[in-house]
């Protein structure tokens, strides 16, 4: 897959979630510019543990004080992507599995970010 950049019809109207979605971006980039050593994508998830916790309590949060329809499935697909996250890790654990991972990872972290951006992320974009 290609290097992920920031585009500016990803905007959802808020630049301190921008900002956050473009630390993401940042993250993703750890993995698939350089193609991540196996060694180091251990520090990659702990990166993404620690923004999805993060990130997503303030989205959250924000989303609930301006009454944003949809705001449960909206909490489900941060719920799926930790669950997914959390699977990782305990796959990672795994020597043979860490070269694997390392793509899988970029592919499904680019996917997942333009897709929960650009369509999840949106449903609130000027209400926030």
């Known amino acids: 897959m290609s290097m992920l950049e920031w585009q500016d019809s990803w905007s959802v109207g808020n630049s301190s979630l921008d900002d956050d979605h473009k630390r993401l971006i940042g993250i993703i980039q750890k993995v698939g510019g350089r193609r991540t050593l ?21 989205e959250e949060k924000l989303m609930e004080e301006a009454d944003i329809p949809g705001l449960q499935e909206h909490k489900d697909s941060h719920q799926a992507f930790v669950e997914w996250l959390d699977n990782i890790r305990q ?22 970010l333009k897709n929960h951006i650009l369509t999840t992320d949106m449903s609130y974009k000027g209400l926030i």
């Open 38 to 58: 196996s060694k180091d994508l251990g520090r990659v998830i702990s990166e993404l543990e620690d923004y999805a916790k993060y990130h997503f309590a303030r």
């Open 91 to 112: 796959t990672f654990k795994s020597q043979q599995a860490r070269r694997l991972l390392t793509d899988q990872v970029d592919d499904y972290l680019q996917d997942w």
